[in-house]
C-alpha cells in the first residue's frame, strides 16, 4: 500500500523569502503526485500534478514541484511566498494503475511572516 | 460552473445520535468521493462511487457509517450511532471519471 510522509508540520517563512514543503512517498513503481492547498474553511484545491515526463512540474499561483525518484520525493517550492499563501498544504499519491484513490500526507501548516 | 455543494456546514451532536450529510457533485461528474479529515491529519478515503456503484468502500466503518448515491448524482453519507472520535470534517469530491478531483467545503461534525 502507498503512504506519505510531510516530515514538516508546521513552517514558517517571511514573505518574500523561498519556501520548499517536503513530501516522500512510498510506493512500488512510479505513482501520480499531487500537492493539494487548504485554505481555513476551504476544501481543497489542487495546485499542480505528476503523472510522467518532466520531473520539474508547474502549477498555479507560481508553485512548482520536482520528482525525484532515486529519493522518493516531491517537493513543493516558491520562490517568493506572498502573505496569502498562508494555509496548510497537503501531498498526496494515487497508485498509476488504479483510478485515482488518494492517500493524502498528514499536511504541513505554511505561516507567512510581514 | 458551480463547484461542489455540502451541507450543512456544521453540525454538533451529542455521542450516540444519529447525523447525514448532504453532497451534490459538479454536473456530469460520474465518481464521487467521501473522506473524513481529523484535525491535524490529512483526508482520508472513506468511500467512492462511480456512478450509482461503490468502487472502493475498504475503510468506511460499515457498523456505524452508511453511504449512498441514488440516481448517480447526490450522496448521503450517514452516521449512526455517533462516537466521540467521530469528530472531523468531513469532505464530498467529485470527478469527471478518474480525472482531477474537486472538494467542496466540508462538513465540519463535533460530536459531545
Known amino acids: 500500500a502507498q503512504s506519505v510522509t510531510q516530515p514538516d508540520i508546521h513552517i514558517t517563512v517571511s514573505e518574500g523569502a523561498s519556501l520548499e514543503l517536503r513530501c516522500n512517498y512510498s510506493?512500488?513503481?512510479?505513482?501520480?503526485l499531487f500537492w493539494y492547498v487548504q485554505s481555513p474553511g476551504q476544501g481543497l484545491q489542487l495546485l499542480l500534478k505528476?503523472?510522467?515526463?518532466?520531473?520539474l512540474v508547474q502549477g498555479i499561483k507560481g508553485f512548482e514541484a520536482e520528482f525525484k525518484r532515486s529519493q522518493s520525493s516531491f517537493n513543493l517550492r516558491k520562490p517568493s511566498v506572498h502573505w496569502s499563501d498562508a494555509a496548510e498544504y497537503f501531498c498526496?499519491?494515487?497508485?498509476?494503475?488504479?483510478?485515482?484513490?488518494?492517500?493524502f500526507g498528514g499536511g504541513t501548516r505554511l505561516m507567512v511572516k510581514p | 460552473e458551480a463547484g461542489v455543494a455540502q451541507s450543512p456546514r456544521y453540525k454538533i451532536i451529542e455521542k450516540r445520535q444519529s447525523v447525514a450529510f448532504w453532497c451534490n457533485p459538479i454536473?456530469?461528474?460520474?465518481?464521487l468521493y467521501w473522506y473524513q479529515q481529523i484535525l491535524g491529519q490529512g483526508p482520508k478515503l472513506l468511500i467512492q462511487?462511480?456512478?450509482?456503484?461503490?468502487?472502493?468502500d475498504s475503510q468506511l466503518p460499515k457498523d456505524r457509517f452508511s453511504a449512498e448515491r441514488l440516481k448517480g448524482v447526490d450522496s448521503t453519507l450517514k452516521i449512526q450511532p455517533a462516537k466521540l472520535e467521530d469528530s472531523a470534517v468531513y469532505l464530498c469530491?467529485?470527478?469527471?471519471?478518474?480525472?482531477?478531483?474537486?472538494f467542496g467545503p466540508g462538513t465540519r461534525l463535533t460530536v459531545l
Open positions: 505528476y503523472f510522467s515526463g518532466d520531473t
Open positions: 498526496a499519491v494515487a497508485p498509476n494503475n488504479a483510478g485515482n484513490m488518494l492517500t
Open positions: 454536473s456530469g461528474h460520474a465518481t
Open positions: 469530491a467529485s470527478s469527471h471519471y478518474y480525472n482531477e478531483q474537486f
Open positions: 510506493y512500488g513503481a512510479t505513482p501520480y
Open positions: 462511487f462511480q456512478n450509482n456503484g461503490v468502487v472502493d
